[in-house]
């Protein structure tokens, strides 16, 4: 057999971008694709997978996918992030019909750790949760072993812990949530509000030539390099409490592994994993040295890997 016949498609809806990719049963990637996510609404997202994974160079026994929302049972219910997702969608059917081939639906952060469990910061974790620090903040969970989405599709969702009642306003419309301190889209607010009532920063300063107006992980990291009082200390309130969160999750679940990842964990590295270590402790009812926080190691690549590795585990599943 060669590598084509074992080969599946993973795909990574993003709320800027699509990829797809070819992947081997090793979780090598062998060839891919990438297109801006449209903002025209789940039809024209699905017409642009469509596209992407025919341009691929190969014939997949299976599709994988992780799509920003609430998933279950084969349709996105809630997709927060896209335009005009206002509707469950059901994404199997059009896709099976697409492309012949067995078709799975994943939630991305789950579908992310996913990825560093087969390949990456997570192997060989048999209790691990996935932290994914973006422009929210996202998380997943393997459960004694297994991959653990919960009774809706909805479990995982590190960021809105309630870290602080009646606390900050989060995106979920709730107050008091992890992202409302650790969310990118939160923190560019705080930060934004701090200016205006006359704190001075190099935040605004800082440019990222791919996303000029949005302050990026990018601009971040390099505002903590610079040692920018307001970013230092924003950064520091997100780092404590994702550490509220972090240690009654750990009490609630008795981790093996933290994974970390996202854009400021590729740039930060290890330290970051460490800091929400040290966050996290206070909050134990008792340190376990079982318990490891690590980077995610696949970057960009965990959505298409992971996406691959939950279409593979559908098909050869009993
Ligand atoms: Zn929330």
Redesign the pocket.
């Known amino acids: 057999m060669s590598t084509t016949d074992t080969t599946v498609v993973g795909i990574d809806v993003g709320g800027t971008n699509i990829e797809v990719g070819l992947v081997t049963a090793e979780h090598t990637v062998l060839d891919r694709a990438k297109a801006v996510t449209p903002e025209t609404g789940p039809d024209d997202v699905l017409q642009t997978i469509i596209d992407l994974v025919h341009s691929l160079d190969g014939d997949p026994i299976a599709v994988g996918l992780g799509i920003p929302g609430v998933v279950h049972e084969g349709q996105a219910l809630t997709v927060p992030n896209l335009v005009g997702w206002t509707h469950p969608v059901g994404l199997i059917a059009p896709l099976s019909d697409a492309f012949n081939v067995p078709v799975s639906l994943g939630n991305d952060a789950n579908v992310g750790l996913l990825g560093e469990w087969a390949a990456g910061a997570a192997r060989g974790g048999r209790n691990v949760l996935g932290l994914w620090m973006g422009t929210g903040v996202g998380g997943g969970l393997i459960l004694d072993g297994r991959p653990y989405t919960g009774a809706r599709g909805a479990a995982g969702e590190i960021?809105?812990v309630?870290v602080l009642a009646g606390g900050a306003l989060?995106?979920?419309?709730?107050r008091g949530?992890a992202?409302?301190y650790a969310g990118r889209k939160s923190m560019r607010g705080t930060a934004t509000a701090m200016v205006a009532a006359g704190r001075e920063t190099s935040l605004f300063d800082i440019r990222d030539a791919e996303e000029k107006t949005k302050l990026t992980s990018k601009v971040w990291a390099a505002a903590l390099e610079d040692e920018d009082a307001l970013a230092t200390e924003l950064f520091g309130t997100a780092i404590d409490m994702l550490g509220v969160a972090l240690g009654s999750t750990n009490n609630l679940l008795d981790l093996d592994r933290v994974v970390v990842g996202g854009g400021l964990a590729e740039k930060l590295g290890q330290d970051l994993a460490d800091r929400l270590h040290t966050a996290a402790e206070p909050w134990m009812l008792q340190p376990s040295p079982k318990l490891h926080f690590v980077v995610a190691e696949l970057g960009d690549d965990a959505g298409v890997v992971g996406a691959a590795t939950l279409a593979r585990s559908a098909i050869i599943a009993p």
């Open positions: 960021g809105h309630v989060c995106s979920c419309g709730r949530c992202e409302a």
